[in-house]
């Protein structure tokens, strides 16, 4: 199946803790992206990247940080994870990274800190 | 500043029209797009509207009017599967793929 795909779907872990979250993408896509999806259901871009190059980098806290081996790659390490950092998180791709191009998401990772 | 302002509930009828509405404000108009995200799923496309007017797809339409800053998604002969989150989003940068999103609409369709 071409798609955007997640890992792992359900991540629950202690405060203080280091995650990562992994994300695939194989339709050819350039450009993509991270997004945090909190309780109120609010959608916020973390990060972009256009092959490989970061290109969006919102206000977010610099324990979290994105890596993208490739462009069909962008994984997302947390460090001394917070009580906060509780959320959904979304990946996404796009081909071309303008505004006019539909983002195709992932199936979300909901991560719960205890 | 940039906001995009969505009822947070809607209610309709199986069969019926429910309309939702999205208000924007952002730096710069680079057109509208419209989500949809069922209970625990990922968001999908439904639409982007750039020019003003209404664009149909099928059961969903979308209309845009930039001088007011305004588009609203038409659902026609709703189905229950039509339960779920409508989400508008708006692009403020022209360089980027950058959305802003609005909190949601859940909408419920009843029997």
């Known amino acids: 199946d071409t798609a955007v795909s997640q890992t792992p779907k359900y991540l629950v872990t202690q405060m203080g803790n280091d995650k990562s979250i992994k994300c695939e993408q194989n339709?050819?896509?350039?450009?993509m992206y991270w997004y945090k999806q909190d309780s109120k259901k609010f959608l916020k871009i973390m990060f972009s990247?256009?092959?490989?190059?970061?290109?969006i980098n919102e206000t977010v806290p610099n324990r979290f940080s994105p890596k993208s081996p490739d462009k069909a790659h962008l994984n997302l390490h947390i460090n001394s994870l917070e009580l906060g950092d509780s959320a959904v998180y979304f990946c996404?791709?796009?081909?071309?990274?303008?505004?006019?191009?539909?983002?195709?998401f992932g199936p979300g990772t909901r991560l719960t800190v205890l | 500043g940039q906001n995009i302002d969505q009822p947070t509930e809607m209610t309709a009828t199986e069969g019926a029209i429910v309309q939702i509405n999205c208000t924007y404000q952002?730096?710069?108009?680079?057109?509208l797009f419209w989500y949809q995200q069922h209970a625990g799923e990922a968001p999908t496309f439904l639409s982007y509207?750039?020019?003003?007017g209404l664009e149909e797809k099928g059961r969903f339409s979308s209309f845009l009017s930039r001088s007011k800053g305004y588009s609203y998604l038409l659902l026609k002969e709703l189905q229950m599967k039509d339960s779920a989150s409508y989400l508008c989003?708006?692009?403020?940068?022209?360089?980027?793929?950058?959305?802003?999103f609005g909190q949601g609409t859940t909408l419920q369709v009843k029997p």
């Open positions: 989003a708006a692009p403020p940068s022209s360089n980027t793929g950058k959305l802003i």
């Open positions: 339709l050819g896509h350039d450009t």
């Open positions: 996404a791709s796009s081909q071309g990274g303008g505004p006019h191009n539909e983002q195709f």
């Open positions: 952002t730096s710069g108009f680079n057109g």
């Open positions: 990247y256009n092959n490989k190059e970061l290109i």
């Open positions: 509207n750039v020019l003003d």
